[in-house]
């Protein structure tokens, strides 16, 4: 399979180590710990949401669909995304370390997602839980691009943006 023309090499590796795996791309989206949707997914795979929106993964899940469909830390990091690399190196250790103790609880209410958001002045990592609606997730996206906003204007000495 040739890669598709301008995804990222770390889209092809991880589009090709799925299909390898015989998965669609929602059984892989639904294995993933965090929250992370079928056309997200494809998103991340092809490089681009839409023919003028290009997509790069945020490195934590980067890191969870690597795990998902088995791609190692070497593998991300040839492919140009140690950032990724180092958060998946984690995450298998973590599972050595403490598989039993590391289960999501049944209770998923409780439980928490880290919602990477990408701003113009880097990522924003907003814990939210797993249960939120979208609508709620939307909001606190646009929360973190105006707290980043103003964060930085902030460092530059400007006022606060209304």
Do not use: C
């Not at 990222?8 to 390898?20: S, W």
């Amino acid at each position: 399979m040739s890669p598709q023309a301008g995804s990222p090499p770390e889209a092809d590796l991880i589009r090709l180590a799925r299909k390898a795996r015989g998965m669609t791309a929602k059984e892989a989206a639904d294995r993933t710990p965090i929250r992370l949707s079928e056309s997200r997914w494809y998103h991340i795979e092809r490089g681009w949401e839409s023919k003028t929106k290009p997509v790069k993964a945020p490195p934590n899940t980067l890191a969870h669909m690597a795990r998902v469909v088995g791609v190692s830390p070497e593998r991300l990091a040839e492919a140009g995304r140690e950032d990724a690399a180092e958060i998946l190196r984690e995450i298998l250790r973590l599972e050595q370390q403490e598989p039993a103790s590391l289960d999501a609880p049944d209770d998923t209410s409780s439980a928490v997602d880290v919602m990477d958001v990408q701003t113009d002045h880097g990522l924003v990592m907003i814990p939210v839980p797993f249960d939120m609606p979208e609508a709620q997730r939307e909001e606190l996206r646009q929360w973190g691009i105006k707290m980043a906003r103003y964060y930085m204007e902030q460092s530059q000495g400007t006022e606060k943006p209304e």
